[in-house]
Nanobody, 123 residues
Framework: QLQPVESGGGLVQPGGSLRLTCRASVDTLYGKAVAWFRQAPGKEREEVSCIGHADGVTFYSTSVRGRFTTTRATSLVFLEMSKMNTEDTGLYYC??????????????????WGTGTQVTVSS
């Protein structure tokens, strides 16, 4: 399985929490930095977070820093989202790079994109 698969999306109230999971084969994720992106209706895709492989260093966009946390296991990458608001609504994608570090992640090409999981924050 080369293409990662996201899960865990759904409907959540403002202030609530969700955990997204990106699943792929060990061959796909091992040694690779993995990022999360999202796209709201009518808006461009935007970066959310990135986690490196060997160093585990993480990066977050300003809009989610302090509320979202990304972690990883052997063939899984997680995005823990808390204190969610309506601006967090969107289709969330997992993205796998061809290198182990996140440096330059916003300008480097993505090797594999997931198909996305929908997150809706609404009361």
């Amino acid at each position: 399985q080369l293409q990662p698969v996201e899960s865990g999306g759904g409907l959540v109230q403002p202030g609530g929490s969700l955990r997204l999971t990106c699943r792929a084969s060990v061959d796909t994720l091992y040694g690779k930095a993995v990022a999360w992106f999202r796209q709201a209706p009518g808006k461009e895709r935007e970066e959310v977070s990135c986690i490196g492989h060997a160093d585990g260093v993480t990066f977050y966009s300003t809009s989610v820093r302090g509320r979202f946390t990304t972690t990883r296991a052997t063939s899984l990458v997680f995005l823990e989202m808390s204190k969610m608001n309506t601006e967090d609504t969107g289709l969330y994608y997992c993205a796998v790079y061809d290198r182990p570090y996140c440096s330059g992640w916003l300008s480097r090409p993505v090797s594999y994109w997931g198909t996305g999981t929908q997150v809706t924050v609404s009361s």
